[in-house]
């Protein structure tokens, strides 16, 4: 679910202004988005509501990255009996002019995947980053 729809709270605002600030710090050149999704109806039916999407553009398409936008799906879990929200993993996928060029997942191995592969100091990058994003939503207060 987009970002912005789901700043609902003042910690979970927080939250999502803290990954904004890395996404600014880690990324320099690229440009945020909270509203990655359309909002229509065919969109709205496969928008999971337990996840917090951000997207974030390059100028233009990033040789490192080979892709001009990034898609970061935050994937929550939870808790049934203590209510606890806990961040499972985070899903990130790189986006031009011709669809999906690769994606990268924290749920599962860590490691880019698809046609066209983002230099090694990038997938690195782009490690760390998910890492302080899991970091950020499931510290305590």
């Given amino acids: 679910m987009n970002a912005a729809e789901q700043a609902t709270s003042l910690e979970t605002a927080s939250k999502i202004a803290t990954i904004t600030n890395l996404i600014k710090?880690?990324?320099p050149d690229a440009r945020v988005d909270l509203k990655p999704w359309a909002n229509d109806p065919d969109t709205r039916e496969q928008v999971d509501p337990d996840s917090i999407d951000i997207g974030f553009h390059f100028p233009g398409r990033s040789r490192l990255f080979q892709c001009r936008s990034v898609l970061i799906q935050i994937r929550f879990h939870s808790d049934?009996?203590?209510?606890i929200r806990r961040a499972?993993?985070?899903e990130t996928a790189?986006?031009?002019h011709q669809g999906k060029q690769w994606q990268m997942s924290t749920v599962q191995d860590w490691i880019a995947e698809g046609e066209g592969?983002?230099?090694p100091e990038s997938v690195m990058r782009l490690k760390e980053f998910c890492q302080r994003v899991l970091e950020v939503f499931n510290q305590t207060a």
């Fill in 80 to 83: 049934d009996e203590t209510h």
């Fill in 88 to 90: 499972i993993g985070v």
């Fill in 117 to 119: 592969q983002p230099a």
């Fill in 94 to 96: 790189g986006f031009d």
């Fill in 25 to 27: 710090t880690d990324f």
